[in-house]
């Protein structure tokens, strides 16, 4: 919009950086020659030397229109009408009725704006593409015995980079030798510290702290985790929201607008008056009523709180996410991996008579050890031994089924596993906030497993901070209503939604939708239909996950849900800068139409006035940049964890 509207050309973030440096620089330059021959112009015109500054103010004229005339004429060609186009007309005006100050003042301001507006997009965005920085133009690369630096373009997978301390990780990994801590504040937006060792995961762009890592390439740069956040941002960059659709709307049909009433001032008041005045009125509205301030103040501001979240952490997938966000009245929040760590443990076995911890956990063991649901993480964890199981059908919501040593064997929640002599313990497991799992043999139940996922810390005054901001928030969960309630008591939630199967997440954020617009926050995978049903999906901890990068509007790439509350912030200030600059372009057209129609301003005061709103906008635009909040870990959070090998 912002290029069919002004003039300017579009900002390729994945073209051809170079080229596109030299095209701004040379429009600075001319800009900057435009106005120093229009200021020695108006010095000399002061002194009565009126050829010189004559020529002075030509030299203004060609070197200010050579930066918008031919880029308005090409694309008049394409029958594509822009601000640029009317500033040539006017400034063509000028000059044919021998107004050659005003001709020279409308070419140095609009190409001083225009490049202006130029810098302020490429800023906007600089926070965005200042990600991929983090990756390092060179990488050390095990070959054989020899260990070689190549370009980090060629690293391939299955590659062994070796990571020395201090340096940063090249491209997403898993580490086969060594062992460190890793500073993923860059990626995360988190101020902690990671220890990994053999069989960690990591991510481009995070610093080796203490020790040599080699690291075994799952991608190449160009695909890693750091890749696909800037892919996945610019991608949506088109995906525009109200105030930006609303500022389209207005803006396109205005410049064909314009030079309708334009002209109808000049033929109109030509036939009964001055055709002189009334030529230079119609060139001074023509200047009045372009909408390019209008155009610049929703892209600018949007370009510029995109490019600071992602610096911040948050991958935020175009102007229509960051706006919805800002609209937002209540907020469902999954229990598994976003109100809890989502690393559960077994705390507990019960078992019927016959059967001990270790059989119960290993005939469970063996069905779930192909699922990768978390429970099933950590039954199998605690197995100390696994038998091979066979037949295994996953029953989405309920468990899993199985057959193992010729026995039929079934795991899932009660009520799907019906827990018979063992239901009492299983009402006291779920009390204590414990999620249970029942294993059943040939029909008949042989124990109770409680495992435990552990709630973050910094929950409850996340939660807190939610409800004094003025959100309904809510749990979402498919556990069962009692290890529900108990966790959503702890963290301060009174609306509990348990015992939900995927389709009843959607459902249930529907019902929400009854407060007000609905935010989502989830995993990105399990919770996907839900977070699709949503009017913002918000994925946790997606870092190296593109299947949660994906599935959202928003993601998350740290692991701390204080991210939350300052995003909502973060989007509830962007969209207030979004209105002000669109009240304020609005009024300044209101005002400069009818005030140059009546005469009271001539061409050059319209200009200034146009161009000094401009700079405005784009200087409230701008505001957005502000770097997100980043709170200081609670004390009851360690600075550092342990990442599982």
Not at 33 to 62: E, K, M, N, P, Q
Not at 518 to 530: E, Y
Request: charged share 20%; with cysteine; glycine share 10%.
């Amino acid at each position: 919009m912002v290029d069919a509207c002004c003039g300017a050309p579009p900002l390729d973030p994945s073209g051809d950086s170079e080229s596109a440096g030299s095209a701004s620089r040379w429009r600075v330059q001319a800009a900057t020659a435009s106005a120093a021959a229009w200021l020695a112009g108006f010095a000399l015109g002061l002194t009565d030397a009126d050829a010189a500054a004559r020529v002075l103010f030509i030299a203004a004229i060609l070197c200010g229109g050579a930066t918008f005339v031919p880029g308005a004429v090409r694309n008049l060609r394409h029958r594509r009408l822009g601000v640029a186009l009317l500033m040539s007309i006017a400034l063509v005006g000028a000059v044919v009725l021998g107004q050659w100050a005003e001709a020279a003042s409308l070419a140095f301001l609009f190409s001083v704006s225009e490049a202006l507006e130029e810098w302020a997009v490429t800023r906007s965005r600089h926070g965005l593409r200042a990600v991929l920085s983090l990756v390092p133009d060179t990488t050390r690369v095990r070959q054989g015995t020899d260990v070689v630096e190549v370009p980090s373009s060629d690293v391939v997978i299955g590659d062994q980079m070796v990571v020395w301390a201090g340096e940063r990780i090249t491209t997403d990994g898993v580490v086969v030798e060594g062992y460190s801590d890793v500073d993923v504040s860059a990626v995360t937006g988190e101020s902690m510290h990671v220890d990994v060792g053999v069989g960690s995961t990591v991510v481009a762009g995070t610093i080796n702290g203490g020790g040599v890592l080699e690291i075994e390439a799952t991608a190449p740069a160009s695909d890693s985790t750091l890749a696909r956040v800037v892919r996945a941002v610019e991608e949506a960059q088109d995906r525009k929201g109200r105030a930006q659709r609303l500022a389209d709307r207005i803006a396109r049909p205005m410049v064909p607008g314009i030079l309708v009433v334009a002209a109808s001032i000049a033929v109109i008041g030509s036939l009964f008056g001055d055709p002189g005045v009334w030529l230079e009125r119609a060139l001074v509205v023509l200047v009045a009523a372009s909408p390019c301030a209008f155009a610049i103040s929703v892209p600018v501001t949007v370009f510029a709180s995109i490019g600071s979240a992602t610096q911040a952490g948050l991958v935020i997938k175009g102007g229509a996410a960051l706006e919805a966000l800002g609209t937002i009245r209540a907020v469902a929040l999954d229990k598994t991996g976003t109100l809890t760590r989502n690393r559960p443990t077994v705390v507990e076995v019960v078992t019927a008579a016959g059967t001990t911890d270790d059989r119960a956990l290993a005939l469970a063991a063996a069905v779930e050890s192909s699922s990768d649901h978390p429970l099933a993480r950590a039954i199998v964890d605690a197995a100390p031994r696994s038998a091979s199981a066979t037949e295994v059908r996953t029953v989405a919501g309920h468990g899993i089924t199985g057959i193992v040593d010729g026995s039929a064997v079934r795991v899932g929640k009660p009520g799907y596993v019906d827990p018979g002599d063992l239901a009492a313990d299983v009402s006291r497991l779920q009390g204590n906030g414990s999620t249970v799992i029942v294993v059943e043999i040939d029909g008949a139940a042989v124990a109770a497993i409680a495992v435990r996922d552990e709630l973050r810390p910094e929950a409850a005054d996340v939660v807190d901070q939610l409800r004094r901001r003025g959100l309904r928030v809510a749990m979402l969960t498919g556990d069962n209503a009692a290890t529900a309630s108990t966790l959503a008591a702890q963290v301060g939630i009174d609306d509990v939604r348990a015992e939900l199967l995927p389709a009843d997440k959607s459902a249930a954020v529907a019902q929400l939708a009854a407060f007000g617009p609905v935010a989502m926050v989830g995993d990105g995978i399990n919770d996907a239909p839900a977070l699709a049903s949503a009017r913002v999906g918000i994925a946790m901890g997606a870092a190296g996950s593109d299947v949660a990068i994906e599935a959202a509007d928003i993601a998350i790439m740290g692991d701390r849900l204080t991210h939350l509350p300052d995003a909502i912030d973060h989007a509830v200030r962007t969209r207030r800068i979004m209105l002000q600059n669109l009240i304020v372009s609005g009024l300044i057209i209101a005002v400069l139409i009818p005030v140059a129609g009546l005469g009271w301003l001539g061409l050059g005061a319209v200009v200034a006035t146009h161009e000094l709103a401009e700079i405005v906008v784009i200087g409230n635009g701008l505001r957005a940049r502000r770097r997100l909040h980043r709170p200081d870990a609670p004390a009851a959070t360690p600075s550092r964890h342990v990442v599982n090998a």
